[in-house]
């Protein structure tokens, strides 16, 4: 039994992706490797924050930070697979939240992991940490907030 429970509310997923696993993301055991799970994860995350106009960085230096990623794993994904990557946001406070990920495998509804990724807005000029821009909060008017 996984010793980590993830379970997110289902109005917080706000966009979704379809991705194939390639024969590269495959490790020894023959099917998908946590590295490369988690490089899906982040390019899920990277087109997410794309569809709702939000840059890497912008102009004055401030970007979205990861500070942790929490993953289960449900089943086994093989090469050629087409996994969809459901995202999604949650838990906002002062700084920053939750980016939510579920990944199923649409041929046979299979749950394959279950993923939370901490996030915080970072100036990278000033290298501190500072106030979630409202821009952002005002795109997630569902989005829970916790202190």
Known sequence: MAR?????????????????????????????????????????????????????????????????LATTYKAEAHARDQLLFEVGVMDFNKYGGDIIFRITRPRDRKLIAMAKSGFVFFNYKSSQVVAMPEDFQNKFDRVNWID
């Open 4 to 68: 980590l429970q993830l379970s997110f509310p289902e109005d917080q997923f706000y966009y979704s992706t379809p991705m194939s696993v390639r024969v590269t993301d495959i490790n020894a055991a023959n099917h998908l490797g946590n590295d490369s799970m988690i490089s899906m994860i982040s390019e899920a995350r990277a087109r997410f924050l794309f569809e709702f106009g939000v840059a890497e960085t912008e102009r004055d230096g401030t970007g979205i930070i990861v500070t942790d």
